[in-house]
Nanobody, 129 residues
Framework: QVQLVESGGGSVQAGGSLRLSCVGS????????MGWFRQGPGKKREEREG??????????NLLDSVKGRFTISQDSAKNTLYLQMNNLEPEDTAMYYC????????????????????WGQGTQVTVSS
């Protein structure tokens, strides 16, 4: 049974930082690309957007609005995915989900829908101005 468990969310002021973590179990880590998606306030499940995705070979793709501020990384030995978020903006406020999916990182970032792949329960990030 696949499980993805996120942690690290919280409330910060604009300009602050947070580090999200996701521990995966029940599947072979190297067979999947891993990523972070988010669902903003008032948005529907099908409107979740890709934030950052990393291939099993380390290739990363990020949403344009977070480039230069967010960094995605993984520790395969620990089956753990990270998202370092710096210089947070109120527009980053959302529920952040960890995702495991088959496919390239760019395709997943731009096209993955909520009905596909494996998803965690989410961790809330709130950024105040």
């Amino acid at each position: 049974q696949v499980q993805l468990v996120e942690s690290g969310g919280g409330s910060v002021q604009a300009g602050g930082s947070l580090r999200l973590s996701c521990v995966g179990s029940g599947y072979t880590w190297s067979y999947y690309s891993m990523g972070w998606f988010r669902q903003g306030p008032g948005k529907k499940r099908e409107e979740r957007e890709g934030v950052a995705v990393i291939d099993s070979d380390g290739t990363t793709n990020l949403l344009d609005s977070v480039k230069g501020r967010f960094t995605i990384s993984q520790d395969s030995a620990k089956n753990t995915l990270y998202l370092q978020m710096n210089n947070l903006e109120p527009e980053d406020t959302a529920m952040y989900y960890c995702v495991a999916a088959r496919g390239g990182s760019e395709w997943i970032l731009r096209h993955l829908k909520a009905d596909f792949g494996y998803w965690g329960q989410g961790t809330q990030v709130t950024v105040s101005s």
